[in-house]
């Protein structure tokens, strides 16, 4: 069984009632009163209408009633207490759930890519990649009330906001040890995955390159060298002997905006360098890469300027990608950099300003995590039915349960 959803044209995407079915109830059959996944669809439905907390979900089943619930799976006339819902919570596989989940926006992003490769195919371009940004964020108001493994690293479609996959960070390690295991639960090939300067990191290049995808990483002082190396290439090449075949191999780009007040202009500079200069990083001269898969050295310089006062002020930063100058052009370069933060807007501030997530206090076991899976879910769905402002959207299917229920797969078609 399929769903329907509405994001710019109607796509077919896997139903989340066969999603969430797969993943197996902990619980003895002798005094259990509701399906395990009635109870995951009546949090998912509640999600989408705004509802925030477990006691807010065991409102919506109260307020909603028995229709909304027999056509969710509860076969008993009541809804499931507060209490019922964080023991399930509590013992539901969040590593399962959360694999679900991202199989289950990959399918969502495969049937997106495959529409729009039809219509690009028939533009006469190429689709060939799809920009991930990757970046962590903890639930504050659980840490604070000793919740284990609070910070959690997420993985973002950048050009349709969809959730592709979420860890928790251990509390003995960091993200970048985290980030590995995010990867491998997630389908690299075709992906460029965007990070900031912490995910810049040698083994972090080998596993995503490994693995069929492509990588555009910023790079700051925790990686010196090659930053040296990359500010030299644009602003004093003589320093590396670079040859004149190898300057002239620079692209850059130019993009202009207004925003109330500010003037801003990015120039991107991409050159390919740096790849077989004399410190090896392409590996050329028969050693190991120093950077997997190296393609191409970037530079970003930003100036912003306000109208009224006439002053300026310039940023200038610097990154790395696998992709090569003929898989990219510096415009899709540009583009990826600066939408890499749309996981900060569409995703983690959502959750924390509609979704009130850091002021939860939930701490007990792997709650946090199925929480913000859950708010992970319902923001995407959200974005695929054509939000751009989530808290309006809630409101809007707050009084709309039959879409609601469609868009989860409980109903053949909207009503």
């Known amino acids: 069984m399929n769903t329907s959803l509405q994001a710019g044209a109607s796509i077919e995407v896997p139903s989340l009632v066969e999603i969430l079915a ?24 509640a999600m989408l209408c705004g509802y925030r907390s477990q006691s807010a979900i065991a409102e919506w089943g109260h307020n909603y009633g028995l229709e909304w619930l ?9 809804a499931p207490s507060q209490s019922t819902i964080h023991r399930i919570f509590l013992g ?7 694999a679900k989940l991202a199989g289950w926006a990959e399918g969502v992003l495969v049937a997106l890519r495959t529409q729009d490769a039809e219509q690009v195919a028939q533009e006469g371009e190429d689709l060939e990649w799809e920009a991930v940004a990757v970046d962590g964020k903890s639930a504050r108001g659980s840490r604070k009330q000793g919740a284990a ?3 959690l690293l997420s993985a973002l479609s950048q050009s349709i906001g969809v959730v592709l996959g979420q860890v928790a960070v251990d509390d003995k390690t960091n993200e970048i040890n985290a980030v590995l295991d995010l990867l491998a639960a997630l389908v690299l090939h075709g992906k460029v995955i965007t990070g900031d300067a912490l995910l810049t990191q040698h083994k972090i290049a080998k596993q995503i390159v490994e693995h069929g995808g492509d990588y555009l990483l910023v790079v700051k002082d925790n990686q010196s060298l090659l930053r040296e190396d990359i500010q030299a290439v644009f602003e004093a090449p003589h ?8 300057l002239a191999s620079e692209q850059s780009v130019r993009e202009v905006s207004m925003h109330g007040n500010r003037i801003e202009e990015r120039v991107l500079r991409a050159s390919t360098a740096l790849i077989d200069c004399y410190r090896g990083y392409s590996g050329s001269g028969g050693g190991e890469e120093l950077w997997p898969g190296l393609g191409q050295v970037l530079r970003i310089e930003r100036t912003i300027t306000n109208k009224r006062t006439g002053r300026t002020t310039t940023e200038v930063a ?3 990608t696998s992709l090569s100058p003929q898989r990219a052009t510096p415009a899709q370069l540009l583009k990826a950099w600066r939408e890499h933060w749309h996981i900060e807007n569409k995703l983690h501030w959502v959750r924390d300003v509609t979704f009130d997530e850091d002021r939860s206090t939930v701490r007990a076991g792997s709650i946090p995590q199925v929480m913000a899976a859950l708010r992970n879910l319902a923001i995407s ?5 054509g939000a751009t402002n989530i808290a309006k959207a809630c ?17 053949s078609d909207f009503e």
């Open 22 to 45: 797969d993943i197996p109830d902990f619980r003895k059959a002798r005094g259990k009163q509701h399906p395990l996944v009635a109870v995951l669809l009546m949090a998912c439905a």
């Open 70 to 78: 027999g056509r969710l799976g509860f076969t008993r006339h009541k």
């Open 92 to 98: 539901v596989d969040v590593r399962v759930l959360e």
């Open 149 to 151: 493994n609070a910070h």
């Open 239 to 246: 320093l590396l002997d670079l040859t004149p075949q190898e």
């Open 318 to 320: 610097y990154a790395i």
């Open 381 to 385: 769905l959200l974005r695929l039915l």
């Open 395 to 411: 409101r809007f299917y707050a009084a709309r349960p039959a879409q609601v229920l469609a868009a989860l797969g409980c109903l």
